[in-house]
């Protein structure tokens, strides 16, 4: 499961696509424990405007979290009522 709650102002993203974890070749048969901080940032038209690796409990795995989280797509939202344009995650 991949949890995002995020608000800016009043705004929530809210994920309408996200793509399956992607496994490094050669290790998704593997039971390694991992984990990836990436951060982001959405437009809003809900795309992912950026994202970079922020920490990685093993570097194998942090071009898979890049790709993955560069391809999900969140609800767009207005930019009027002093909303933001894009939003950090």
């Given at each position: 499961m991949?949890p995002?709650?995020?608000?800016?102002?009043?705004?929530e993203?809210v994920?309408v696509?996200k793509l399956?974890?992607?496994?490094?070749?050669?290790?998704n048969?593997?039971?390694?424990e991992?984990?990836?901080?990436?951060?982001?940032v959405?437009?809003?038209?809900?795309?992912?405007?950026?994202a970079?690796i922020?920490?990685?409990?093993?570097?194998?795995?942090a071009d898979?979290?890049?790709?993955t989280?560069?391809?999900?797509?969140f609800?767009?939202?207005?930019?009027e009522?002093?909303?933001?344009?894009?939003i950090?995650?």
């Amino acid at each position: 499961m991949w949890p995002i709650v995020v608000f800016a102002h009043n705004i929530e993203l809210v994920p309408v696509y996200k793509l399956d974890r992607v496994y490094p070749e050669g290790l998704n048969s593997v039971s390694v424990e991992w984990q990836v901080k990436v951060y982001f940032v959405v437009a809003s038209n809900g795309l992912v405007k950026s994202a970079e690796i922020y920490k990685a409990s093993h570097t194998e795995f942090a071009d898979a979290a890049l790709l993955t989280v560069s391809n999900w797509r969140f609800e767009p939202w207005s930019t009027e009522n002093d909303n933001p344009s894009d939003i950090e995650a």
